[in-house]
């Protein structure tokens, strides 16, 4: 009789980092959320995240991997900062969790209040027109909602280029490296349509070289990533 | 209690409901009914109360104080004459350009529910309900009453007619209210 | 009479009505109108009254006492019925106890981008879009049906909301912390 929760899905990328701390029983700290970025990064290319919800994933995929290698460096006050921010937002999704729990027993709950049909609808339907209503304000009227739709008509349109899954550019990576034998990350990152692109493509990399498949050598910071075939 | 549960019921189904199918919802027995019916009219049927309770035929329903009528009354003219608010209009323009159309394809156009909206517009007679044999759900188009009052001879008479009727990316866009996300 | 008046009114209508509206309609100033609705709460309002009176948005609108749910359940038909997902839920409470609120501070909660989502509730008229002179942006709001499916008579009901709602620590944190971009 009431709404149903279908509860056997990530509702975002802050809950499965959430869920992943607390499972190690950790506090929201940034030294916790680089701990747990393995295992994120595991989740996003093990499940089938949507294809719409995948480009959110991977920002704060690429955002734990920016707190993780620094993690080991010492940070200026500014990088400091985007730690800290990430572990703020956190600690904010977190309470909302709490909130989420109430909503979510309340519209569980058999009480429900319900309204009156409406009484005064007058029995028979009569004609009555209004005043300012002309072929003119009618396609006037229409062509505004045109209008307001257009962005949402580009947000669609740029959601159906579905963003290359991580397991589809595994597969890629490794078939150029069979050819290849070695090649560099710009090589593979050249046709990237945008920063996600590049982040899924980061993370094949990560993932390839855990199955041990590849090397990756980088001769000192910011420098070309060269990738090799392991035989 | 029993006597706040007939309430709930009468104000809920708001049409007449007779005793016996009360007394079988409530599981009770008619005397035990009776007394708690008029307990009711006792603190409902009175000058200073804005509903009250008519028994007529074997039936009850909650009605509004008679002495409000005229109060009601103007109520119920603003609602239902006049112009039409933004909403109103666009939503007729919608059913007019695109037409015949499901109620779930006019909200994914516009984004929003759109239940009470549509209701306003048939009451009024400006838009009217078909059957759709392919949809198998309703489907609402213009009245003729409507086109007329347009001064068109028909809908494909209106401002670019045959572009709004036809674009594709509506079209898309009304695609996805057959498929829930 | 007052009193009556306003019941009369909002039982005539079946649906929402502004606060505003009623002090027109009825030719009162806005504290007479204040004074008749908080004892109409208390007489209403309470475990043994069959109808009940939610406060929400500026609006009121008399409904079931909540607790015979099931009741009326069995006997009307609920539109409202359905599943909702768990990125809905999220959003939606994040809407019912932080509203009116915009989509980046929804979003800055939740993380992701929620644009479709927000759309998907005001199709099902869960939410509601307002403009908000303020922060000159939409703002989002539970929309009375929801309100009313909750069974609280107003938001402020809500377990914690004072909590949630008014926090000034929460408050910081949507606006400090960085958005991802």
Known sequence: MSFQVALDQFAGPMQLLLELIEKEDLDITKVSLAKV???????????????????????VAARLIYIKSRAILPLDPEEEEEADALAAQLKLYRQFVDATVHIDSLIRSPQTAYDRPRSFVPSSTKFRPPDNVTAETLGASFSDLVKRLEPF??????????????????KQIHQVLIDRARMTFSDITKGSASRIDVVVSFLALLELMKQGLIKAVQMSAFEEIELRRID | MLKAKIEAILFASGKPVSLKSLAKVLVVKADELEA????IKKEKNIDDSGIQLIDHDGSLQLVTNPAFGELIGS??????????????????????????VTKPEIEQIRGVNCSLIIRNLLIRGLVEEKEDSVRLQPVYIA?????????VHTLADLPEYEHFHADERIAKLIETATTPD
């Open chain 1, 37 to 59: 970025t393995e295992d994120y990064l595991g989740y996003v290319n093990t499940h089938d995240v949507p294809s719409h919800e995948l480009a959110d994933f991977l920002v």
């Open chain 1, 153 to 170: 008509f580009a947000l669609q349109q740029t959601s159906l280029q579905r963003v290359v899954s991580v397991q589809e550019r595994i």
């Open chain 2, 36 to 39: 708690a019916i008029v307990e």
């Open chain 2, 75 to 100: 109520l119920v003219k603003d609602e239902f004459a006049g112009e039409l608010t933004r909403p109103q209009l666009e939503t007729l323009s919608i059913i007019c350009y695109r037409g015949p």
């Open chain 2, 143 to 151: 009245t003729p009453d409507f086109v007329r009052h347009l001064s």
